[in-house]
């Protein structure tokens, strides 16, 4: 069954747990007028992974390649994303960011290069996918940057890490 056809089956007047339903089911934009402006932060991960041998050539050039530093290239691409996630998420509202910042790490046991992404906002909605997309946008220009060297590259385990502000905080814990 289609996700459309799941809809057209779903109850009518059913309250939906999902904040962007309607009460009959249907895509609407959160209502966040009656909201109160508070600071929201939130804090995403992600990590790019390469073949050992392929990691080894990257960390011994320093993240430089013939495109440049694979990390100064992402970093900027995360922070343009982050600016842009009302283009790219249909539903989310355009927010005025006050702070995103994206920090790179060399993860030797993964053979990765871990990406994390804080996103910062004083408003009536969080930035959690703002960070996400941050932390996305990021993993993916790392793998444009390097998949010359190898097509063998994983961008996995991109989630929320942590958000504060507005109704609920929220704190994965390993």
Same mark, same amino acid.
Request: with cysteine; charged share 20%; net charge neutral.
């Given at each position: 069954?289609?996700?459309?056809?799941?809809?057209?089956?779903?109850?009518?007047?059913?309250?939906?747990? =999902?904040?962007?339903?309607?009460?009959?089911?249907? %895509?609407?934009?959160?209502?966040?007028?009656?909201? /109160?402006? @508070?600071?929201?932060?939130? @804090?995403?991960?992600?990590?790019?992974?390469?073949?050992?041998?392929?990691?080894?050539? %990257?960390?011994?050039?320093?993240?430089? @390649?013939?495109?440049?530093?694979?990390?100064?290239?992402?970093?900027?691409?995360?922070?343009?994303?982050?600016?842009? /996630?009302?283009? =790219?998420?249909?539903?989310?509202?355009?927010?005025?960011?006050?702070?995103?910042? =994206?920090?790179?790490?060399?993860?030797?046991?993964?053979?990765?290069?871990?990406?994390?992404?804080?996103?910062?906002? /004083?408003?009536?909605?969080?930035?959690?996918?703002?960070?996400?997309?941050?932390?996305?946008?990021?993993?993916?220009?790392?793998?444009?940057?390097?998949?010359?060297?190898?097509?063998?590259?994983?961008?996995?385990?991109?989630?929320? %890490?942590?958000?504060?502000?507005?109704?609920?905080?929220?704190?994965?814990?390993?």
């Amino acid at each position: 069954m289609s996700i459309d056809s799941q809809k057209n089956s779903h109850q009518k007047n059913t309250p939906s747990a =999902l904040s962007h339903l309607d009460s009959n089911g249907d %895509i609407t934009m959160v209502d966040v007028s009656g909201k /109160t402006a @508070t600071t929201r932060e939130a @804090t995403a991960v992600g990590q790019v992974r390469f073949p050992s041998e392929i990691y080894q050539q %990257i960390k011994a050039a320093d993240g430089m @390649t013939k495109k440049g530093s694979i990390t100064q290239t992402a970093h900027i691409a995360g922070i343009m994303a982050a600016k842009r /996630t009302h283009d =790219l998420i249909p539903l989310c509202h355009p927010l005025p960011l006050d702070k995103i910042g =994206l920090t790179f790490d060399y993860n030797d046991a993964l053979n990765s290069i871990s990406v994390s992404a804080v996103v910062k906002v /004083t408003h009536k909605t969080g930035v959690e996918m703002e960070a996400l997309t941050a932390v996305s946008v990021a993993c993916l220009t790392i793998y444009d940057m390097t998949k010359a060297l190898s097509h063998d590259i994983v961008i996995d385990d991109i989630h929320l %890490i942590k958000k504060t502000g507005g109704k609920s905080d929220y704190k994965n814990t390993p």
